[in-house]
């Protein structure tokens, strides 16, 4: 997977080492030696990563990557941090500046394209669920935010064979997240399907695979999504990048420094409940695509995806598939004589009624305005005719409370049914039946059912 790269260094020879380096590689190299240049490429040009230099003139690697996560335009944007340095200060800076991982002078290679190939496959997920989010908000299926994205602390489960050492460890994460140790990998798997914001996992184990555990959370859909931080031994780089390699979202070194490891945990609980917001957003988005705000019933678009493929069913000779075409009676006269919030009151309690007295398989549905439909699957007409009776004697056997119960209403229903009728049916000309037996049912004094045979 290739990527647009950022690199940002004020010594030139740095930089052309870099851009050849990454250019060899296939990615699309960008250049700038100052943070105020930097800053103004990120955000015009849209970068996938962002390799900052820390020593710099004038504005340091540090405030640079300050101001790119507090830009909303480029906060997803992942930072890594080129330095000589190498003290636990700057670590833990860098870190608390908002900075993805790191990368020490001079920089091996192996350890630069395993760092940029994970964080270009976590860009890619953010930027997909960011795109379906602004199409959610640009149809207006999105209003604000769906869930929290602050809060501290998070349930982190830690894997280690080393129980003293993982205890010691979690003492230290307690003070700020909710952590637990599991010492079985097996164990582990399972309490992992639970709710968790981070699983860190021993690499170094004797007792299991610390890198085998981490592909099986990868390979498992209930567990895909959990950010995973590796405890690694530097020592070993071909596992720190295999781990990289599987899917691991950040490494550890050990000896495990507190501050390091509390910085480099609420990064990766942050970006979590960020892309879990947004997960939660396109949700919505797709829940109200489907369904009528007014009534919470499904709409026609989801309607119409579901009777589809009953039909084809029926048409295959499957079992039978029918369908109700409600109409209220008179319905401009409630909006005419009362208003249209009176109107939506009707539409809602009489959608209630409606989803209270059909079966769990049935799909009721608003249609549009006043008309409702209810799709019921392997159901002979004989039967539906029955559900739509009862459905018609609930409606008009009780006034509807109305205005805060101040007016009682007296509302009824005209109801058509159909049947599909084997091999060279379609929706439509079932949907068109009933609509028919609609109209006859008003002909003839509204207030009762019609069903129509084929």
Do not use: W
């Not at 900052?52 to 101001?67: K, Q, S």
């Not at 695979?209 to 690694?232: H, K, M, W, Y």
């Not at 988005?285 to 705000?293: G, I, N, P, R």
């Amino acid at each position: 997977m290739s990527a647009r790269i950022l690199v940002v260094d004020d010594i030139d020879s740095n930089v052309r080492l870099l851009e050849a380096k990454l250019s060899a590689e296939y990615y699309e190299v960008l250049t700038a030696s100052d943070g105020p240049t930097a800053l103004a490429m990120a955000a015009s040009e849209r970068p996938d990563i962002v390799l900052l230099d820390v020593m710099m003139p004038g504005m340091d690697g540090f405030a640079v990557c300050r101001r790119l996560k507090d830009d909303p335009a480029t906060r997803h944007v992942p930072v890594v941090l080129v330095t000589a340095l190498d003290g636990r200060a700057d670590r833990v800076a860098g870190l608390e500046a908002g900075a993805d991982d790191f990368l020490t002078k001079p920089i091996d290679d192996v350890m630069l394209f395993a760092r940029v190939r994970s964080l270009t496959r976590l860009k890619a997920v953010i930027d997909e669920l960011r795109a379906r989010e602004a199409s959610g908000r640009r149809m207006g299926v999105i209003a604000g935010a769906a869930s929290r994205l602050g809060g501290s602390g998070g349930r982190i489960l830690f894997v280690d064979d080393n129980e003293r050492q993982a205890q010691r460890i979690c003492a230290e994460l307690a003070v700020e997240h909710r952590p637990l140790v599991e010492t079985d990998a097996a164990k582990a798997l399972m309490t992992a399907k639970g709710p968790l914001d981070l699983v860190i996992v021993n690499t170094t184990s004797r007792a299991f695979d610390g890198l085998r555990f981490a592909a099986q959370l990868r390979s498992d859909e209930a567990t895909r999504s959990i950010p995973i931080l590796a405890v690694v031994d530097l020592d070993e780089r071909q596992k720190a990048v295999k781990a990289l390699e599987i899917g691991v979202n950040d490494i550890l070194a050990r000896p495990i420094d507190p501050g390091e490891l509390a910085a480099r945990v609420r990064t990766q609980i942050r970006r979590k409940r960020y892309t879990d917001y947004l997960r939660a957003n396109l949700d919505h988005s797709l829940e109200l695509a489907v369904t009528d705000q007014l009534t919470g019933l499904h709409n026609r678009r989801y309607m119409s995806g579901q009777l589809d493929a009953l039909m084809r069913r029926a048409c295959a000779g499957g079992e039978p598939v029918s369908v109700l075409v409600i109409d209220i009676d008179h319905f401009k006269r409630v909006n005419d004589g009362f208003g249209h919030d009176v109107g939506d009151e009707v539409l809602r309690e009489f959608a209630v009624r409606l989803a209270s007295n059909v079966r769990a398989v049935d799909l009721p549905v608003r249609h549009g305005g006043e008309e409702f439909v209810v799709v019921m699957p392997d159901t002979e007409l004989e039967a539906a005719r029955r559900v739509a009776e009862r459905i018609r004697l609930h409606v008009a056997g009780s006034p509807f409370r109305v205005m805060g119960g101040e007016e009682l209403l007296t509302v009824t229903i005209s109801i058509g049914v159909a049947t599909s009728n084997g091999a060279g049916d379609s929706s439509n000309a079932l949907l068109k039946r009933a609509d028919e037996a609609v109209y006859i049912a008003k002909s003839q004094g509204r207030n009762r059912v019609i069903a129509r045979a084929a």
